[in-house]
């Protein structure tokens, strides 16, 4: 499998992270703390970070009389902070401020500008500051954006042009021979089909400075900073590598994996993998396009009054709970409806009267019959239904491999699904066994036996839910240890819905 290198989108950092920016971290963790169980830790790389140029965070900084510098100083801190609060194990963090992104994006601005891939021209349009996007008069209808509605600005100016256009073709080929490049089907077939009837044009990827100052300035006209997405887009080579003397790119990491929001596919899947290749440098390994969590079924927006704070959810409901619920509510690729009834749903069934339930009863059997001794198996045979358990243990991860390995869907959902129907068979073992009876009756061997085969199942359990939520893992395993147990309360006690 070798290496694997995970990106997540630097997100803008001109407001508060939501629920929506936690889902992309917590997805990509969970797949890079698989990963680093499946090929070593050393193998895997993590990347996340912050988008802290353009227009929209200078106005922000205005907002907040503060300098750009200062302003984005302060609230990178929140993003860093809550993806310590959710436990993101990230390898690197990177600003698009600072210099080591800075000098990689200047470098291969001047390659591609030497190669005579950017050229200077005079640009006519409607822009959308919130969404840092041009649009051409034939894709608007009135002067609002076509994605966020807000309203457009003409702009009329002298600058730097990407020949998108000169490489159309190349890409749509590539897409087409590379079927798992973009993920899922329905996002290729979406990207596939937009290049085979629209005609790309080439990108304005520069703003004068008079407009806008707060960006990197262009290396051969000191009169232009970059646009903020041609700028962040080269974060995923500028953090894991540098370009040589001869204008090569070396990375030990690249290519990487993309994980994005659907919101940012068409800057993933076309603008960044033709930067790339005019660049000379391999394509990226994949990018998966995630969906949108909702609230009653519309878009969070500051406006709407509607976002939701991820501390909040994790303070009211715990951390690995909140882990739990993005996961396994929605496939990953749909979208979802994020409401704090459908988390708790997922609590008291899933959590609370399934996983917490098998974890209990298994230690207060323990407690009861062997003084907290985890018995041996012995010389017992298993029924069917024991048999059936022990065949499950054994094929759970290939299941699971089937649904996370690097070209799958990432089907975070399914994986958990199937890791409680082993929960879940179980629990039925329990009930159909009647330990209870076994202990009247004195056939200790047999009880020794059952419960073990119960400890086997909490302990691959831990075992395959620790990507997901890495706190219950080890909170498992602290509560059954080797030998002995060390009975704890229980991990997910229900909540009252009163
Ligand atoms: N700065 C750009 C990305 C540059 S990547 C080189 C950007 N930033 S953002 O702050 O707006 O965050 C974008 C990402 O946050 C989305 O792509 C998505 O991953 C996540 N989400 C934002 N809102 C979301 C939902 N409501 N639901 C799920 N994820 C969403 O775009």
């Known amino acids: ?124 349009g409607w822009y959308c500051t919130p969404c840092e996007t041009f649009w051409a008069e034939a894709q608007i209808q009135g002067e ?59 990108l304005c990827i520069s703003r004068p400075k008079e407009r806008l100052s707060w960006g990197i300035p262009l290396p051969f006209s000191p009169g232009h900073v970059t646009y903020v997405w041609f700028d962040a887009l080269l974060n995923y080579i500028s953090a894991v590598g540098t370009f040589n003397k001869n204008d090569e790119y070396e990375s030990k990491w690249w290519p990487g994996v993309h994980i994005i929001g659907k919101d940012i596919l068409r800057q993933h899947a076309i603008y960044w993998p033709i930067m790339l290749k005019a660049l000379n440098i391999r394509p990226p390994a994949a990018i998966f396009a995630h969906g949108w969590w909702l609230i009653e079924q519309s878009k969070m927006s500051k406006s709407r009054g509607n976002v939701v704070s991820p501390k909040a959810m994790v303070d009211k409901f715990g951390l690995d709970a909140y882990r739990y619920f993005l996961l396994r509510d929605v496939p990953f690729g749909q979208d979802g409806n994020f409401s704090e009834e459908a988390i708790i749903k997922r609590f008291n069934s899933d959590l609370a009267n399934d996983l917490g339930n098998l974890l209990y009863r298994t230690l207060t059997m323990i407690e009861k019959y062997f003084q907290g001794n985890v018995p041996e198996k012995g010389e017992i045979e298993y029924n069917k239904q024991g048999k059936d358990i022990e065949e499950k243990i054994k094929l759970l991860p290939e299941e699971i491999a089937d649904y996370l390995h690097p070209g799958s869907n990432f089907n975070f959902s399914s994986c958990l699904e199937k890791i409680w129907a082993l929960i879940n068979m179980a629990n039925k073992f329990v009930e159909d066994s009647k330990p209870w009876n076994l202990a009247k009756e004195k056939k200790i061997d047999e009880l020794k036996g059952f419960i073990h085969l119960l400890v086997e199942v909490v302990r691959a359990v831990s075992e395959l839910i620790s990507p997901f939520m890495p706190h219950t893992a080890m909170a498992i395993d602290r509560q059954i240890g080797k030998d002995r147990i060390n009975k704890g309360r229980p991990l997910f006690p229900r909540i009252d819905r009163k």
């Open 1 to 124: 499998m070798g290496k694997f290198y995970i990106t997540t989108p630097l997100y803008y950092v001109n407001a508060s992270p939501h629920i929506g920016h936690s889902y992309t971290n917590i997805a990509a963790d969970c797949l890079a703390r698989y990963m680093r169980q499946k090929v070593g830790a050393e193998n895997v790389w993590l990347l996340t970070g912050t988008d802290e140029h353009g227009q929209k965070m200078q106005k922000a900084a205005e907002e907040a009389k503060l300098s750009p510098q200062e302003f984005t100083d302060k609230m990178v801190l929140q993003f860093k902070k809550l993806w310590e609060g959710l436990d993101i194990s990230y390898n690197d963090f990177i600003r698009t401020t600072e210099e080591r992104h800075i000098s990689c994006v200047q470098r291969a601005l001047t390659v591609l500008y030497k190669n005579g891939d950017i050229y200077l021209d005079k640009y006519e």
């Open 144 to 202: 609002n954006c076509p994605d966020c509605q807000r309203p457009l600005e003409k702009v009329s100016e002298k600058n730097y042009f990407f020949k998108l256009s000169k490489y159309q073709d190349w890409l749509g080929k590539y897409i087409e021979g590379n079927a798992d490049f973009i993920r899922p089907e329905t996002r290729r077939r979406e990207v596939s089909g937009f290049l085979k009837s629209n005609k790309l044009s080439d």
